[in-house]
Nanobody, 123 residues
Framework: QVHLVESGGGLVQAGESLRLSCAAS????????MAWYRQAPGKQRELVAK???????NYGDSVKGRFAISRDNAKNTVYLQMNSLKPEDTAAYYC?????????????????WGQGTQVTVSS
């Protein structure tokens, strides 16, 4: 079983930056796509950014030009660099990944979520 652990959230002022990290722990697995989602109270969860196994990226319209997603496959870690933060970026941020296990007779893939990390941006 692979677990995703996020870190790096906190309270910052508008205009400042944060870098979120999400590390996957386990064995005998490969990670394909990884993504960051966020959810504010009373709002639906929305895609922030995603990155494929080939490092192709996609961003939500509200964060384009401000956020950057990257990954370090050797560390099984995905990052989200958040610059020029705005109060409307305040939300719980969740790491998501497609995990393929290859120790059994056939491969199996599971979609896995982290526990979330809170980002609060004050005006």
């Amino acid at each position: 079983q692979v677990h995703l652990v996020e870190s790096g959230g906190g309270l910052v002022q508008a205009g400042e930056s944060l870098r979120l990290s999400c590390a996957a722990s386990g064995s005998a697995f490969r990670i394909s796509a990884m993504a960051w989602y966020r959810q504010a109270p009373g709002k639906q969860r929305e895609l922030v950014a995603k990155i494929s196994s080939g490092t192709s990226t996609n961003y939500g319209d509200s964060v384009k030009g401000r956020f950057a997603i990257s990954r370090d496959n050797a560390k099984n870690t995905v990052y989200l660099q958040m610059n020029s933060l705005k109060p409307e970026d305040t939300a719980a941020y969740y790491c998501n990944a497609d995990i393929t296990y290859y120790t059994g007779p056939v491969y199996r893939t599971e979609n896995t979520w982290g526990q979330g990390t809170q980002v609060t941006v004050s005006s």
